[in-house]
């Protein structure tokens, strides 16, 4: 087989054919996460949710279009008209066009030349996702700025805040991918994973807690919904928007929570690649091959559609475990208090993220200087350390200093100060307990 | 009778954990997630088990040759709390009395079913029914001939001698 990319012509036709099928389907996939959450949210409070349009409410989403096309637009009287309407554009735009860099399936053999599956392999693949991603908070902002409600106002100023504490975080936590994928093209950091063998979720395991909490953050999901806050702004920025431009920021949410799912799996869950090095398949000088020998001679790949088609099972599989997770964590945890939000932003997860490049680029440093080549075994260090750094996160999180609530902020202090009076305290001993609470009611005084 | 105070207490701060609550709850919700306790009622494919005692729409008992079993006392208007029955009465040749109208207006009654309770000869009925909308007001006026139309189980009256209904 003619393992050479396809051009010219065909390279047209296969390019637009991609491009034309990969946003039908994130819109397709927009539109099902809309009713996966209601169904799923119902499950989990015992309850049904919609399941009467269509078998298992299945038309659901296409009932709420037609619904939200037909639906009155409404202008608020005072509401800064231009910035109005493109607040829901600025906000749908790069939730929808960043899913292009990512790739999706193994490159797919046709008669003309092997196709990559990827709408767009730019060179600065991360850094798009990452500039174009904090384009979206623009429209948030926009939008709850132009309404001129103070709702809306409200939920604007918490979106940029929320958005500057996490992308830090954000971007500090990719640093240790891309130390190792040495690239930031998302094609070479799959092609990394499959050459070690592992996925980065384990050797980069901090890295992957640390972006899975701040990409929550970054798509305003709970429990970093501040800009929505239901019971605090109404509905937050988008509070005064009707019909299509509501659905807009919805579809925008939709998406941005997809592109971010899609990211998770392709930066720590080896994207496309499945277990074995049956399916790897990579550009090297002008060849399709999956690997070297001993000897640093190319193997060359051999593509195949069941392939192409296993791996974007598998993609899909991985993308869609992000996304229930999106949905399983939005109906467990309430929202953050916002004094809580930028605590763990600033003073959790910044230092962690940087206290954490170090560590890895201490590990990959001593790696290199003992010699030990980039595979399976470097993975494994890597992952060891990993691990130890992993448990320390955890254990000082789980110590409850970090995110309390107001009153046990309160009862913390008082009970310091009263221990510097001499109080003595047994743990777990029922006189324990009984000075405690008498210790909360004083604080309620 | 003394008041009780429920004391609920904080963990104690050193104790308390962010991380680990969050994750049994998340535990929690995925219990409920793969295995929800069915509770809802598909209502309009199942139907609900209405009580015995259920007063709803009324319905008017028929002789066997199709004659209303009203006499036209005069009880039920009388009695009822709401005043939503219309009754005009009428004697026939043999001098049985008979109601010439009989109208019941769906939407002012309260469906206490004192009429049932207070007619001598057991005619007018509440039921074991509600499906009973309609597209406009007008047709909440049941007539005679509607009333003696419907088909539905009429309602077991509460039984003072029998309070429990043992």
Redesign the interface.
Same mark, same amino acid.
């Given at each position: 087989m003619d393992l050479q990319p396809i051009s010219g012509v065909p390279a047209l036709i296969a390019q637009s054919a991609k491009v034309v099928a990969v946003f039908s389907v994130v819109m397709l996939v927009v539109a099902y996460t809309t009713l996966a959450e209601r169904r *799923?949210s119902?499950?989990?409070? /015992? !309850?049904?949710g919609p399941n009467r349009v269509g078998p298992f409410g299945l038309l659901q989403p296409i009932a709420d279009g037609i619904k939200n096309i037909f639906k009155e637009e409404t202008f608020p009287a005072t509401a800064s008209r231009f910035f109005f309407a493109l607040g829901p554009m600025l906000t749908i735009m790069p939730a929808v066009v960043t899913i292009a860099v990512i790739p999706f399936a193994a490159p797919l053999p046709t008669p003309w030349g092997v196709v990559d599956m990827i709408v767009a392999d730019v060179p600065i693949g991360i850094l798009y996702i990452l500039a174009l991603s904090s384009v979206g908070v623009y429209g948030v902002v926009l939008g709850g700025w132009a309404s001129n409600n103070k709702y809306a106002f409200l939920g604007g100023l918490r979106a940029s805040a929320q958005m500057v504490s996490y992308e830090v975080a954000l971007g500090l936590s990719l640093i240790a991918v891309l130390m190792l994928g040495g690239n930031v093209t998302l094609t070479e950091i799959v092609r990394q994973q499959q050459a070690m063998g592992l996925w980065f979720a384990l050797p980069l395991s901090l890295a992957f807690i640390l972006f899975v909490i701040a990409a929550f953050a970054e798509t305003n999901r709970l429990p970093f919904d501040m800009p929505e806050a239901e019971s605090e702004l109404i509905t937050g920025y988008h509070t005064e928007y009707s019909a299509m431009k509501f659905s807009m920021f919805m579809i925008g949410e939709y998406a941005h929570m997809l592109t971010a799912s899609a990211l998770m799996a392709t930066l720590f869950f080896g994207g496309w690649d499945l277990p074995g090095s049956w399916d790897d398949a990579f550009w090297y000088q002008g060849q399709l091959i999956r690997g070297f020998d001993a000897a640093g001679v190319p193997i060359a790949a051999a593509p195949a559609v069941w392939k192409t088609l296993l791996t974007l099972g598998a993609f899909a599989f991985k993308t869609g475990f992000f996304l229930l997770l999106y949905i399983?964590?939005r109906?467990?945890?309430p929202r953050f208090r916002y004094d809580q939000v930028m605590q763990l932003g600033w003073k959790v997860m910044l230092p962690t993220a940087l206290a954490y490049i170090v560590v890895v680029a201490g590990t990959v440093l001593v790696l290199d200087l003992v010699g030990v080549p980039y595979g399976f075994a470097f993975g494994l260090v890597l992952t060891l350390v990993s691990a130890l750094c992993t448990g320390a996160f955890?254990f000082a999180? /789980?110590?409850?200093r970090?995110?309390?609530g107001a009153?046990?902020?309160g009862? &913390?202090k008082l009970?310091a100060a009263r221990r510097r009076g001499g109080l003595e305290l047994a743990?777990g001993s029922a006189a324990?307990?009984e000075i405690?609470?008498a210790a909360?009611v004083d604080a309620g005084d | 009778m003394a008041v009780s105070v429920k004391?609920m207490? !904080?963990p104690?701060?050193?104790?308390?954990?962010?991380?680990?609550a969050?994750l049994s709850? %998340?535990a929690?919700?995925?219990r409920? %997630?793969v295995n929800?306790?069915? *509770?809802?009622q &598909?209502y309009p494919e199942e139907q609900t088990q209405l009580s015995p005692r259920w007063r709803g729409t009324h319905r008017m008992e028929v002789h066997a040759d199709g004659r209303p079993k009203c006499v036209a006392c005069g009880l039920c208007p009388t009695v009822c709390p709401a005043n939503c029955i219309r009754l005009v009465g009428g004697e026939d040749d043999q001098g049985n009395r008979y109601p010439i109208v009989y109208e019941i207006d769906e939407f002012r009654c309260v469906f206490c079913g004192m009429c049932q309770e207070v007619c001598p000869v057991e005619a007018i009925h509440v039921g074991r029914h509600f499906e009973n909308a309609e597209y406009t007001r007008e047709r909440f006026v049941y007539d005679l001939d509607r009333l003696m139309a419907q088909e539905h189980p009429t309602t077991l009256l509460w039984d003072p001698s029998d309070p429990l209904s043992e």
């Open positions: *799923v119902a499950f989990i409070q /015992d !309850r049904l399983w964590i109906w467990t945890l955890l999180l /789980d110590r409850g970090i995110i309390t009153a046990a902020v009862e &913390q009970l743990p324990g307990a405690a609470s909360v | 004391v207490r !904080r104690e701060p050193e104790r308390t954990s962010y991380l680990r969050a709850g %998340m929690l919700t995925f409920h %997630m929800p306790h069915k *509770v809802t &598909q």
